[in-house]
C-alpha cells in the first residue's frame, strides 16, 4: 500500500513528508521500545509507536524506516520534525491506540514480515 | 550541538593496515544530553553513503554504531567514536573513560541491562545493546577497565 493509504486507515493527520505520500511500503512493526526496533526489526518501512522523543526518529533513520506513525494522539515535537524533514521521513498521527492501528493496517494487507533471521 | 567531524586521509603506515588508503571520521560523542544521542551515526550514515559503501554494509554500521552510541551516553558520560573506512572494511572504535564493564559475559547476555529506569521509559535499556553491536557485525572486541573506560571495536566487512 502507498503511505497515503495509511493515513486513511487511520484517519491520521500528517505532520511532515507530505510530499512521500506516494511512496510504496509493504511492512511495518509497532513498539516503544527502540531497543527491540534495532533488534528484531528487518526491512520494515513504517513504525507505530506511542514514544515521542528524537531516538524515535533517529531509529527510524539508521533502520531505513520511511514513515512514523504515533499512535494514542501523541505529537512529535518541532526539533523531531526537523530531524524528520532532514531524513524525508513521513511523521503523521492517529487517535488510534497502538493495536487498534496495527491491526487496521495489518487487515488491509500491512504485514509484519522481515523479522530478524538468525 | 554537532558532533565535531574531522575527515583523516590515513595511509597505512598510520592505520596499521595493509591495505592501501583509507578514510577516517572521528566524532567526539556528547555524553551530556541523551536527546543528541546519536548525531555521530547519523552523519556517519550519510558520510558512508557518499562513498558509494553497500547499502546494507551501511545499515549494519549505523545500527551498531547508534547502539554504542546511546551507551556512551546512558554509561560513561560520551567519549569518541572513530570510524575507519578500508576498500573492503568498515572500523568502528568507540572509547570512553566510563566506569568499565564489571561483567562482560552478562552484559553480552539479551536482555539483561543496568541502565536506569529514566532510559527505559526513553525506549532504550532493554539489555539488546552490545549483543545487538555483536549481531550486526562481522568481528566486535570489547577491552574495559573498572574505573578507566571501555573501548570497543568492530568491523563490518563488505
Redo the contacts between chains.
Sequence with gaps: MKISDIKTLLDAEVVCGEENLGHDVYSACGSDMMSDVLAYVKDQAVLLTGLVNSQVIRTAEMMDMVCIVFVRSKKPTPEMIELAKESGLVLMNTEKRMYEACGLLYKSGLVGNGVRHE | MRPAVCFIKADSSETGSDMSDSVKFRFDVDGSN?????QA??QV?KNLRELGIP?EAI?RV??AM??GE?NMVIHAHGGVAEVEVFEDKIVIVLSDTGPGIPNIELAMK?GYSTAPDNIRS????????L??MK?YTDGMKIDTELGKGTTITMVVNF
Design positions: 541523551f536527546t543528541t544521542a546519536g551515526s547519523v550514515k547499502a545499515r549505523s545500527i547508534y547502539e546511546i539479551e526513553l525506549g532504550f535499556g532493554a539489555g539488546m545493546g549483543p545487538n549481531r
